[in-house]
């Protein structure tokens, strides 16, 4: 099981390395099963995606039993960069995905 973080904004290539590190992170968390790990992995994805300009973000978690996504979803809810926490429709991820939409 991987998780992918995705800006889907113009701005945030400006720090596709860092973005690049923290999916790796991420990767590695989930594959572990520790759900805390991702969480501080997407925490970091959003702080940076925050900071270069995005204004929409993806994290594709897989759907699997459902307890990522609850506890990704549930943090972002209360996180201060995030306005808006989505599903997207089925043909860009569904269940397994989690659209984050970033305060200006």
Partial sequence: MGML???LAQGFSQD???AA???ADAREACQEGAVD?????VEKFVDR???AGAIRLR???GSG???LRK???TYLKSHPHVANVSEPPQNEGGGGATVVELRS
């Fill in 59 to 61: 994290v594709v978690h």
């Fill in 65 to 67: 039993m459902g307890i």
């Fill in 49 to 51: 995606a925050f900071l």
């Fill in 37 to 41: 790990e991702a969480t501080q992995a």
């Fill in 21 to 23: 590190v923290d999916y």
């Fill in 71 to 73: 506890a990704l979803r």
């Fill in 16 to 18: 596709a390395h860092a």
């Fill in 5 to 7: 973080l995705q800006g």
